[in-house]
């Protein structure tokens, strides 16, 4: 055994820092692994087949339903991909971040490990997850034909991205919440449970009265549908959106989010 | 150096707030050793807390001028669904260590056998409090935090626990916290009673336990002893 002692951790350089994170990010993600997933059948890959599950469930509701507009050329399959992954991109970091702290305040016994390591955490398991299902899923239905190829990869990746940043944002805002009080907890599950018809999933702003576009556009996860849609399926549906208006709200988002997890760094009691 | 500057800890409570450190200050040496005294409730396990980082202070400043560790033997961060080498890996990769060559000192230590590779929630607790105490020691830290009620054993269990950290690491810095005066005589030149949110000073460990002693009889119904 070696009888050198770690490393100091006191004022560290900003690259020490980063490389410090990294490790501690690294070891609370193969900690997360294999807690939720196990090492039983098929483990780790249930962080993408998890998603891809309730992605096929609703592809089938909707295909039922036939829930597309008439008007629109759009197959229903691939609306519910497109769809319900934005969906998983935006609630489910939110939701695993908000019983994060709950779940692993001990683990703030270990110096290095901070609130916003514990939320991170989740965050890029959760959109780890949600895109894996969503590359498996839309392979898969381009393959036998149920969904058309791409127009414009980049644009489907801008949307994608930009979800993932809202994803993100609004993850790290509950969370910080949640260090404060967790009525936030409470709060969270019925807001998230109603935002989801209002999100643009099943439907295209288009297809709404003028008066309703309006409001459904004040929601910034709608703009990231409406973009990743027109990079899929091009201009068969006119879309609505505002890159800047979604970058901004997710720009304050992020900083309110980082400075309340910085505040609450100093309340949390274990 | 470890420096406790000034430090307070105030928690809300349906009452009000309660201040459980009053401007604790303390120093520590590289290789220091300092018991702390004090009876149920006195605010020792805040202030390891504090020490740890685990909670920050509502004011004054901690300063820690060596790698201090989490408080010794704590089992509380253990996932049930991982194995214990799963936690080794874990606290291993935290702070940064390889935890390949710890694989034999860590099974050995805690005579685990096959239940090494079994999920956490399969221990009994002496199992569990051997491999907490095995993955504390299996990072090697400047000063270590010991809150005696956490090292909980027979006296076999006891014995292998004072020879790793009192014996093998005589060289580094405690913190020890206990009930138990006698180990603090045993391995501490210097020795605080809590009391009342303070950190009292003492000359000799006996003056120390005197105090303490004199504490407890001052409102006896709270005590368990």
Redesign the interface.
């Known amino acids: 055994?070696?009888?050198?002692?770690?490393?100091?951790?006191?004022p560290a350089s900003l690259r020490r820092a980063f490389a410090?994170q990294l490790?501690?990010l690294?070891?609370l993600l193969?900690?997360e692994l294999?807690?939720r997933f196990?090492r039983e059948n098929l483990g780790v890959l249930w962080m993408a087949g998890e998603p891809m599950l309730f992605t096929l469930g609703v592809a089938t509701l909707w295909t039922l339903a036939g829930l597309v507009h008439h008007a629109s050329s759009i197959p229903v399959v691939a609306f519910a991909v497109t769809g319900y992954s934005s969906v998983l991109m935006w609630r489910n970091s939110a939701s695993r971040v908000a019983s994060a702290l709950e779940q692993n305040k001990?683990?703030?016994?270990?110096?290095?490990?901070r609130t916003i390591d514990v939320f991170l955490t989740r965050i890029i398991l959760e959109i780890g997850g949600a895109t894996c299902s969503f590359i498996v899923l839309a392979s898969f239905f381009m393959f036998i034909g149920w969904m058309p190829m791409p127009v414009d990869l980049l644009k489907v990746v801008t949307g994608w991205v930009m979800l993932a940043w809202f994803g993100t944002s609004l993850a790290l805002a509950i969370g910080a919440g949640t260090a404060f009080s967790h009525v936030i907890e409470r709060l969270w599950h019925p807001t998230a449970y109603l935002l989801f018809p209002m999100s643009g999933a099943a439907f295209m702003v288009d297809w709404l009265p003028k008066g309703l576009q309006k409001t459904v556009l004040v929601l910034p996860m709608v703009h990231g549908i409406e973009i990743l849609r027109e990079g899929w399926f091009g201009n068969v549906v006119p879309t609505h959106y505002d890159l800047g208006y979604m970058a901004a709200c997710c720009l304050v988002l992020t900083l309110g989010g980082l400075y309340l997890i910085h505040e609450a760094?100093?309340r949390?009691?274990? | 150096m470890l420096s406790i500057e000034h430090v307070s800890k105030a928690y809300s409570t349906r009452h009000g707030r309660h201040k459980v450190l009053d401007d604790v200050s303390f120093q520590l040496e590289r290789g220091g050793h300092i018991g702390i005294l004090g009876r149920n409730g006195a605010g020792k396990s805040t202030l390891i807390r504090l020490i740890a980082g685990a909670e920050r202070p509502t004011s004054g400043v901690i300063r820690r001028g060596m790698s201090v560790s989490w408080p010794l033997a704590f089992g509380g961060a253990f996932q049930t669904h991982l194995t214990g080498l799963d936690n080794l890996k874990f606290v291993c990769r935290v702070y940064g260590v390889d935890y390949r060559p710890r694989i034999p000192f860590v099974e050995q230590f805690t005579e685990l056998g096959k239940y090494f590779r079994e999920p956490v929630a399969r221990y009994s607790h002496g199992m569990l409090t051997r491999l907490a105490f095995a993955l504390s020691m299996a990072i090697e830290f400047d000063c270590f935090l010991i809150d005696e009620a956490m090292v909980v054993g027979d006296a076999r269990f006891h014995e292998r626990c004072h020879y790793e950290l009192f014996d093998k690491r005589r060289d580094r810095a405690f913190i020890l916290v206990t009930h138990d005066a006698n180990v603090i005589k045993t391995y501490c030149r210097n020795a605080c009673v809590l009391h009342e949110g303070q950190l009292l000073a003492f000359p000799s460990v006996d003056a120390a336990y005197d105090f303490y002693l004199a504490t407890l009889k001052e409102n006896p119904v709270i005590v368990e002893q």
């Open positions: 055994m070696s009888t050198e002692s770690v490393a100091v951790t006191g410090l490790r501690v690294h070891a193969m900690r294999i807690t196990g001990q683990l703030l016994f270990h110096r290095n490990v760094g100093r949390v009691e274990i």
